[in-house]
T-cell receptor, first 114, second 115 residues
Framework: AQSVTQLDSHVSVSEGTPVLLRCNYSSSYSPSLFWYVQHPNKGLQLLLKYTSAATLVKGINGFEAEFKKSETSFHLTKPSAHMSDAAEYFC????????????FGTGTRLKVLA | NAGVTQTPKFQVLKTGQSMTLQCAQD?????MYWYRQDPGMGLRLIYY???????DKGEVPNGYNVSRLNKREFSLRLESAAPSQTSVYFC??????????????FGDGTRLSIL
């Protein structure tokens, strides 16, 4: 069965410094993986997705993630944090084909300090 | 360019009252989902509809019912609201049947308080 673990519930960075949000997954199959961002009182917005093509995936707003099969990880990074990046981030794995389900991590709240 | 629209955005109910949360998408997606979001627990699947005419239970279906009215609309009903159902509810949609790499599109949520 698939599962997703977001290793940090809260991350604080200073504006202009790098961001690293960690995600490990478990899957019996070649997974599809997603990162979403949720700003306060809003729905989830897709940042990027991995679908077995390039292992380094570029998303919106300068974010990228690297799929590492040997480490079963899909960490989200950004070279330089901006105040507008403060939000909650969710790592998601698409469940086994045919079940139409997605498995969500518990989220990482990113705080950006001025 | 509406995407996924949820109504209402906010609602306060008394214990035992019933209500229906509405969701509509205009992207011609075949699969639709209802989640609840509680602090520290991420999103938990309540019900989903893989295609028009089908619905299936998710992780936390107790106390809820759903109706896939047509391809566009998927409603969630609380028959007898309980304080434990206080949460933020999200509707999502996607295209399934074309591989597992399709992301979901989310509405802005319904914030529901049960007193």
């Amino acid at each position: 069965a698939q599962s997703v673990t977001q290793l940090d519930s809260h991350v604080s960075v200073s504006e202009g410094t790098p961001v690293l949000l960690r995600c490990n997954y478990s899957s019996s199959y070649s997974p599809s993986l997603f990162w979403y961002v949720q700003h306060p009182n809003k729905g989830l917005q897709l940042l990027l997705k991995y679908t077995s093509a390039a292992t380094l995936v570029k998303g919106i707003n300068g974010f990228e993630a690297e799929f590492k099969k040997s480490e079963t990880s899909f960490h989200l990074t950004k070279p330089s944090a901006h105040m507008s990046d403060a939000a909650e981030y969710f790592c998601v794995v698409s469940a086994t084909s045919g079940t139409y389900k997605y498995i969500f991590g518990t989220g990482t709240r990113l705080k950006v300090l001025a | 360019n509406a995407g996924v629209t949820q109504t209402p955005k906010f609602q306060v109910l008394k214990t035992g009252q019933s209500m229906t949360l509405q969701c509509a998408q205009d992207m011609n997606h075949n699969s639709m989902y209802w989640y609840r979001q509680d602090p520290g627990m991420g999103l938990r699947l309540i019900y989903y509809s893989a295609s028009e005419g089908t619905t299936d239970k998710g992780e936390v279906p107790n106390g809820y019912n759903v109706s896939r009215l047509n391809k566009r609309e998927f409603s969630l009903r609380l028959e007898s609201a309980a304080p434990s159902q206080t949460s933020v509810y999200f509707c999502a949609s996607t295209i399934m049947g074309q591989g597992r790499d399709q992301p979901q599109h989310f509405g802005d949520g319904t914030r529901l308080s049960i007193l």
